[in-house]
């Protein structure tokens, strides 16, 4: 079964930029889209086709997908960015998300 | 605005058996697929099922197929997950989730999700 593979966690000062990976076969080759979860709360959908955000999401969030890997880049990091953040595709009919990175803001 | 919320959630025994509901507010539910998430305490997201706007689609995680069954009542704008022969590992916060189908598919409103706790 297909498999995406983000890393565990990912620490970034304020003002500055993170970037979260995932990794899957191909991964280049589909969609990527990237969801953010708060504490507490449901997830709430970022980034999808690769690099385009919702109406509300702040321009600080973007996103590329390339080769095996897709990221998830935030310009700026904010203290309300803290957050776990999943990567999701669709492969041979069945959704797959990444295991989930915590990004901490310190 | 889009609502999505989730009900039925409940403690249950292995072996057991659950119907969860989700009611769908603010949108024209028949036009829409819909999914079902789950995720376990601490734990990540975890795809469960989709089912497409007239029922005529449906698809199912290799973890719950042949277990669960996903459908709607689109007169009624409600979307349910069937869950039979319940496991420990079944154990989740199971949320509703609207997607949108286009050039790529994504999912654009979660509920609040319904706790399914499976144990003895």
Request: aromatic fraction near 12%.
């Amino acid at each position: 079964s297909y498999e995406l593979t983000q890393p565990p966690s990912v620490s970034v000062s304020p003002g500055q930029t993170a970037s979260i990976t995932c990794s899957g076969d191909k991964l280049g080759d589909k969609y990527a889209c990237w969801y953010q979860q708060k504490p507490g709360q449901s997830p709430v959908l970022v980034i999808y086709q690769d690099n385009k955000r919702p109406s509300g999401i702040p321009e600080r969030f973007s996103g590329s997908n390339s080769g095996n890997t897709a990221t998830l880049t935030i310009s700026g990091t904010q203290p309300m960015d803290e957050a776990d953040y999943y990567c999701q595709a669709w492969d041979s009919s069945h959704v797959v998300f990444g295991g989930g990175t915590k990004l901490t803001v310190l | 605005e889009v609502q999505l919320v989730e009900s039925g959630g409940d403690l249950v025994q292995p072996g057991g058996s659950l119907r969860l509901s989700c009611a769908a507010s603010g949108f024209s539910f028949s036009s829409y697929s819909m999914n079902w998430v789950r995720q376990a305490p601490g734990k990540g997201l975890e795809w469960v099922s989709y089912i497409s706007s007239s029922s005529s689609t449906i698809y199912y995680a290799d973890s719950v197929k042949g277990r669960f069954t996903i459908s709607r009542d689109n007169a009624k704008n409600s979307l349910y997950l069937q869950m039979n022969s319940l496991r420990h590992e079944d154990t989740a916060l199971y949320y509703c989730v609207r997607e949108i189908v286009g050039a790529t598919d994504y999912f654009d409103y979660w509920g609040q999700g319904t706790l399914v706790t499976v144990s003895s």
